[in-house]
């Protein structure tokens, strides 16, 4: 039995003993160990990601227009940038269009030092490697970030028409079982917020969440089993819009979280 499993059992031989309270407790401990997973992870990657939010707008013809937006705080060594990727995993109708992210300026954001004041700095996207199916890109800033500096910019990344099923046949043309956003967390990270936005004439049914381990998406039941207790996923309807948010403190360095969905089968008439 792995450590996870024997720790788990053992809270609720515990709980079944002292009660709610102990549970609560129990949790509020296991949260407390993330976090501190987190800050150590920090430690070693010399940076921590204080907020990652992805915001997903996906339209009727399956695009999707996202915005991005990171908070990084060097902690003992210059940052000089990151790494993305946004990948689909089957092939779409129109191979000819391919994924961009928004390269047209600099952004210019305020970078709080250590002595407390302020000065701009340019977060410059640059793509490395732009396919039909893969976006590669690199985010670099100027200058680079020193100790304890913090730097919060956002960003845009454009996927094109056909991304998304759109229709339960395409979804099954597609061999898929549902279509899903997924994004791996690959440097220490505070907070982690998906939302997704699907306009009025896309509709979408079983809307949930997944954590996967790897591409094979199996389920890491313990962090699965976390969520389901914070209750992470939120769907709520917004006039025609359905919307999704998904929230995770202090996620797990290189696990995927997902958020999977369904095209109803009768969607709306133009």
């Known amino acids: 039995m792995n450590t996870h499993l024997l720790l788990m059992a053992l809270a609720v031989s515990l709980a079944s003993l002292g009660g709610a309270s102990f549970m609560t407790s129990f949790l509020s401990r296991r949260l407390r160990s993330v976090k501190y997973l987190t800050e150590l992870l920090g430690q070693e990657y010399g940076f921590i990601r204080l907020r990652y939010e992805a915001k997903h707008i996906i339209s009727g013809d399956g695009s999707s227009h996202t915005q991005m937006t990171e908070a990084i705080q060097a902690i003992n060594s210059e940052v000089v940038g990151i790494e ?3 990948q689909i995993l089957t092939e779409r109708p129109n191979q000819n269009v391919l994924f961009s992210v928004n390269t047209t300026q600099d952004y210019l954001r305020k970078n709080n030092g250590r002595d407390g004041k302020s000065a ?3 977060v410059k996207p640059t793509v490395t490697l732009a ?17 304890s500096e913090k730097v919060e910019y956002s960003y845009e990344v454009l996927e094109p028409p056909r991304s998304f099923a759109v229709s339960q046949a395409e979804l099954i043309a597609r061999k898929l079982p549902y279509d899903f956003i997924s994004m791996k967390i690959a440097y220490p990270t505070a907070q982690f917020v998906m939302s997704i936005e699907f ?13 996967w381990l790897g591409d094979g998406r199996l389920r890491s039941r313990n962090e699965f089993s976390r969520l ?9 309807r917004l006039g025609d819009r359905q919307v999704v948010r998904f929230c995770v403190d202090y996620p797990v360095l290189d696990l995927k979280y997902v958020v999977t969905w369904r095209p109803s089968q009768v969607q709306r008439a133009d």
Do not use: M, W
Not at 131 to 147: F, S
């Open 84 to 86: 993305h990727y946004s």
């Open 120 to 122: 701009d700095v340019k």
């Open 131 to 147: 396919t039909p199916r893969r976006l590669y890109y690199q985010l670099l800033y100027d200058p680079p970030l020193k100790p």
């Open 199 to 211: 306009s009025g004439e896309l509709r979408v049914e079983d809307i949930t969440f997944d954590v």
């Open 228 to 236: 389901q207790r914070k209750n992470a996923l939120k769907v709520e």
